[in-house]
């Protein structure tokens, strides 16, 4: 079995101070790109998000974005000053009978400075990032191809666990299973895309405990 993580919002809460901080960072990034005020930046992130399954996409798609210049704005915000520690995610990997692995929209750096953040370095391999799908991410079909690719894995043998419930439909069209952390309280029971439930990361051996059973 292959656990399969996304990072920020799944690895520590959606709600947490970087992910707000990230959010007005893109925002920024828009107004300034597009020569607008921040009232419509939000609006235009909010619906390229929509519209293009991540803001950048469609930045990219529809104003020819350089997806390095925009990264390197927003990753100003570096994790290692808004998260700590968490022995308890840590334990829990640690007792994960499945290989571990990560899948992120996010660049390397950031994702490298995520686990440094959270004390699991080292614990995640292999670790796709943005930069190995050519800056297409999730939810573009061919992100997920090359990461089964990369993972050379049969599809129902790796279980996708992520915050983002639109980038879990393209993993189940793809025969993976698929684990929701959604702190909100929402129970997706019955929604297309999503086998498994959690509240938080921590839920996890409740939610899928096949990835924690020896084979």
Known sequence: QIALFDIDGTLYPGHSELTHRLDRLITEFVAEHLSLSVDEADRVRRATLRAHGTTL???????????????????TADPRDYLAPDPALRSMLEGMAARIAAFTNAPRAHAEHVFEALSVQGMFDPVFTIEDSGYLGKPHPDAYEGVLGRLEARPARVTMIEDTRRFLAPAKARGMRTVLIDGSGHD??????IDAFARSIHDLPKAAPWLFAEE
């Open 57 to 75: 996409r469609g930045l990219m798609e529809l104003h020819r974005t350089d997806p390095v210049e925009f990264y390197e704005f927003i990753t």
């Open 188 to 193: 997706p029971a019955g929604d297309d895309g």
